[in-house]
């Protein structure tokens, strides 16, 4: 499936391709964009099937289909490898991409993510809760998941914004990315990822704690784990400056 995505950057940069969590969009890379451009990246962002501006296929959705639309966005703009950075389920997509399709990869950040999200039952209730009502309560939780209070306390009107980027996402779509998550367990296909990996974890993170990035780590044979502090679950619009130094640092450490 085509995927609605914004590309940026010099046209001779090494592409880095941003994915993005579950009822966000693109936007939510904005804190990364300029930093990756200033140091010669060409940045390719994208709106996780159901999310944002791209189509919305009804549900359920596979992890397989949503790496593979990564696979297609790289054949239509011809970029045989790319670095991938994914937060979320963007991270999960990135796994998914180094297990069965590392040669289109030249690096992977996984950013406040894990490799078996667990909760089966939680994922299917909220499924069902957002078709059946809406996205409206949902946003509520995700704006008090994704930022810690000291955060949303300073910045009303960036984390009003921030909810307001969940309750307009497609209930179908975020159900359908919801199933995804229900069924998500890669932990003993990492082993064979082979790709230098970065796992960024949040210590401030109630959705998926710091010990999902680090057993990520341990089970890659390439990876290292940082964790940045006073950073919840969206930790890399929380905390940009920190999250962009880590993540621009392992580029160009990967970088022939």
Not at 181 to 187: N, R
Not at 207 to 221: K, W
């Amino acid at each position: 499936m085509d995927v609605h995505h914004v590309i940026e950057g010099r046209d001779d940069g090494d592409v880095v391709v941003l994915s993005n969590s579950l009822g966000s969009s693109l936007a939510m890379w904005d804190p990364q964009v300029k930093p990756l451009v200033d140091n010669g990246f060409r940045v390719v962002r994208y709106d996780t099937r159901g999310h944002g501006g791209s189509r919305v296929p009804r549900g359920p959705y596979t992890l397989d289909e949503l790496a593979g639309d990564v696979v297609a966005l790289l054949d239509l703009l011809d970029v045989p490898s790319a670095h991938f950075v994914g937060l979320s389920l963007g991270g999960m997509t990135g796994m998914w991409l180094g297990i069965y399709a590392s040669d289109r990869l030249r690096s992977l950040t996984l950013c406040c993510t894990s490799a078996r999200p667990g909760n089966r039952r939680m994922w299917l209730d909220r499924a069902a809760k957002v078709r059946a009502e809406g996205m409206n309560e949902v946003a509520d939780g995700s704006v008090t998941r994704w930022f810690t209070q000291a955060w949303r306390d300073a910045n009303p009107e960036a984390a009003a914004r921030m909810r307001e980027m969940t309750a307009t996402t497609p209930a179908e779509g975020y159900a359908s990315c919801c199933e995804v998550l229900a069924d998500v367990d890669l932990v003993d296909d990492l082993s064979g990822v082979w790709v230098p990996t970065l796992v960024i974890s949040g210590a401030d993170d109630p959705a998926l704690p710091a010990d999902h990035g680090r057993l990520i780590a341990e089970h890659l044979p390439a990876a290292r784990f940082e964790l940045v502090g006073h950073a919840a679950h969206l930790g890399s619009f929380e905390q940009p400056e920190r999250f962009n130094e880590l993540i621009i640092d392992h580029l160009k450490g990967t970088q022939d």
